[in-house]
């Protein structure tokens, strides 16, 4: 599919010469020391930290798959969308732990409150499942969107995708990733946003729409006899999701480390969060506005996947595909440069300079850029395997982030806020459940050949296996912490609530005023209404 004219063309040639510009001017500017390039020497501002936040969350998978589930299924994914508050949850009750252990990843911290173990399982689980996971399906569905969208095919667009992030992910480390991204995300936003509005105006407004979609397509709380989105199961294993995504994993948290200061961090988080709104309706919206339009016969879907392609090539003149095209770009482009800097990252400061303390700043910079190398080669090795893969296994890694967050998530949480939970509690808690986890994903790719109790184990709702492997974890956590030692208080000083001294807790106090508070209750308020919106008390019922 063709969409672009040359004028588009010349959009998105404007727009790659304005990543040029911003990556070239971040090597200018970059030391050959770690901290400025892995965390962009940390001194980013509220603007730059929330921004690069919301382009490494959004990829091609919101841009156009969020649509296509919109179009088929409804409203009800708009629950993951929505976790603006658990961004929230990062800045106010995370985020003054993280910058006062100055750490640069989160497998530091936890060997910071536990142990060297628990650094060490969270650094090679991390990486595995980027690679296998945040690489390879980043690299694979960005170049079906490209190649589908933009008229490449399908090996041109991966090898271009590939190289030219993994270029400047390399030479300009963090700075440049995190200023791209602040251009990447406003680009993405703006030209869905007009997509949305000119949508809804050929449509004939929202009232048009509301009415011209199926009540059960608008409910956001299907019925506990849905089989695959029953409103208990996603309302509550998608806040297990989200703690773990948002709160405790490198590839979002390390955009918060890049901040000068805890009060610039925070107030990224509350940026963050309002751009975090924005998804539900730029992204799920038009895909109800696709299904709308179809029915009144003004365009054809191929399939649900094409609704935001569609629109696109229907509604928008020339010049507008071309910024369009950008937003799809920014937002391939931003989550890939996420990926391979965080696990440069982590293999650079949690594995080789464990092994090399001695190491000098300038050749850990060296060892940061070789391995984000070797990620973008083995994003590009695993591209022959990603393109024959079949639908099913694709449908399964979308729920294996169900599976990994419940242990990581507990140790996490619990950590924080009791200082009684110890390292051997974390580390049964962490290889307990990345077991039981595995052991889902490894059944449920074989299911057809089971029965009894091992189907029953492979075919549960993958929403009510999460929250089950969850309260495990907890009571796990918990278990093995209180029949093994208490830690030292000492040694987790600053690391707990109940740990950290008077003068740190005001310190942190001092970071924020009453602006921030109602700027984040804003927020929580905007959520709840558009929950009670799209529910059965609201237009749904």
Same mark, same amino acid.
């Given at each position: 599919m063709?969409?672009?004219?040359s004028?588009d063309?010349a959009?998105?040639?404007?727009y790659?010469i304005?990543?040029g510009?911003i990556a070239?001017?971040s090597?200018?500017?970059?030391k050959e020391t770690t901290?400025?390039?892995f ?16 382009a490494?969350n959004?990829?091609s998978e919101h ?5 296509g589930?919109?179009a088929?299924?409804?409203l ?11 961004v ?7 985020i003054p ?9 989160m497998?530091?911290?936890?060997e910071?409150?536990y ?9 090679v689980?991390s990486?595995?499942s ?7 399906v980043?690299?694979?569905a960005?170049a079906v ?5 933009m ?5 041109t ?8 992030t993994?270029?400047y ?6 700075r440049?990733?995190v200023?791209t ?17 000119i949508?809804?105006h050929?449509l004939?407004?929202w009232d ?5 979609t199926p009540?059960?397509?608008l409910n956001?709380f299907p019925p ?13 294993a ?5 703690l773990w995504?948002?709160?405790t994993?490198?590839y979002i ?6 901040a000068?200061?805890?009060?610039q ?12 709104l ?8 038009? +895909? $109800? #506005? =696709?299904t709308? &339009?179809? !029915?009144?016969g003004k365009?054809e *879907? %191929? @399939? ?5 392609? /569609?629109?696109v090539?229907?509604?928008?003149p020339?010049?507008?595909r +071309? $910024? #369009? =095209?950008?937003g &799809?770009? !920014?937002?391939l482009?931003?989550? *890939? %440069? @996420?990926v391979?800097?965080?696990?440069s /990252?982590?293999?650079?400061?949690d594995?080789?300079k ?5 190491t ?5 910079v060296?060892v940061?850029?070789i391995?984000?190398?070797v990620?973008v080669g083995?994003?590009i ?5 990603m393109?024959?893969i079949s639908g ?14 419940p ?8 950590g ?9 509690g974390?580390m049964a ?18 299911k057809?050949?089971?029965?009894g ?17 969850f ?5 796990l ?9 208490k830690?030292?208080?000492e040694?987790?000083?600053?690391l707990?609530f109940a ?5 740190d807790r005001?310190?942190?106090r001092a970071t ?6 109602v700027?984040s209750?804003?927020?929580v308020?905007i959520?709840?209404?558009?929950f009670v919106?799209f529910?059965p008390?609201?237009?749904a019922?």
């Open positions: 063709e969409l672009l004219s004028l063309w959009v998105v040639a404007v790659f304005a990543i510009g070239i001017w090597m200018k500017r970059k901290q400025e390039y965390l962009a020497g940390r001194n980013v501002g509220w603007f730059v930290v929330g921004a690069s936040i919301l490494s959004v990829g841009v156009v798959g969020l649509s589930t919109a088929e299924s409804g009800v994914m708009g629950h993951y969308e929505l976790h603006s508050w658990i929230l949850l990062l800045g106010w009750v995370f732990f993280y910058v006062r252990s100055g750490v640069f990843t497998p530091e911290f936890l910071r409150r142990n060297s173990s628990a650094r060490w399982f969270l650094s689980i990486l595995l980027y690679v296998l996971t945040k690489v390879s980043t690299v694979y960005g969107v490209i190649a589908s969208f008229g490449f095919d399908f090996w667009s991966a090898m271009v995708l590939v190289v030219l993994g270029l992910t390399v030479l300009g480390g963090m440049a990733v200023y991204e602040s251009l990447q995300a406003v680009l993405l936003i703006a030209g869905s946003l007009i997509l949305t509005i949508g809804l050929e004939g407004g048009a729409m509301i009415s011209a009540k059960a397509k956001m506990l006899s849905d089989p695959d989105f029953p409103w208990a199961g996603i309302l509550f998608s806040p297990i999701v989200g995504y948002w709160c994993d490198q948290v390390q955009r918060c480390l890049t000068r200061d805890e009060q961090a925070r107030r990224g988080t509350i940026f963050a969060a309002y751009l975090k924005f998804p539900f309706f730029i992204f799920l919206i038009p +895909g $109800l #506005i =696709a709308a &339009l179809t !029915a009144q365009i *879907l %191929a @399939s649900a996947d094409s609704a935001f392609p /569609t629109l090539k229907t509604l928008l020339n010049g507008l +071309g $910024l #369009i =095209a950008g &799809l770009l !920014a937002a482009m931003s989550s *890939l %440069a @996420s391979f800097n965080s696990c /990252t982590l293999f650079t400061m594995i080789y464990k092994m090399r303390p001695e000098p700043e300038k050749n850990l060296t940061g850029r391995a984000t190398a990620v083995l994003g090795l695993w591209i022959p395997l393109s024959g099913v296994l694709y449908k399964y890694l979308q729920s294996v982030q169900s599976y990994l967050a242990p990581i998530a507990a140790v996490f949480l619990l924080i806020f009791s200082k009684r939970i110890n390292a051997h974390a808690t962490l290889v307990a459940g990345a077991l039981i986890g595995g052991l889902r994903i490894f059944l449920e790719l074989n057809e050949s089971l029965s109790f091992l189907y029953q184990f492979a075919t549960l709702n993958f929403l009510y296996f999460c929250i089950a492997l309260v495990f974890c907890i009571l956590l918990v278990g093995v912490s209180l029949l093994t030692e830690p030292a208080e040694r987790i000083k600053g707990t740990t950290t001294v008077l003068e005001e310190k942190s924020w005023n009453a602006k921030d508070v700027l209750l804003i927020v308020l959520i709840i209404s558009v919106y529910s008390l609201g237009v019922g």
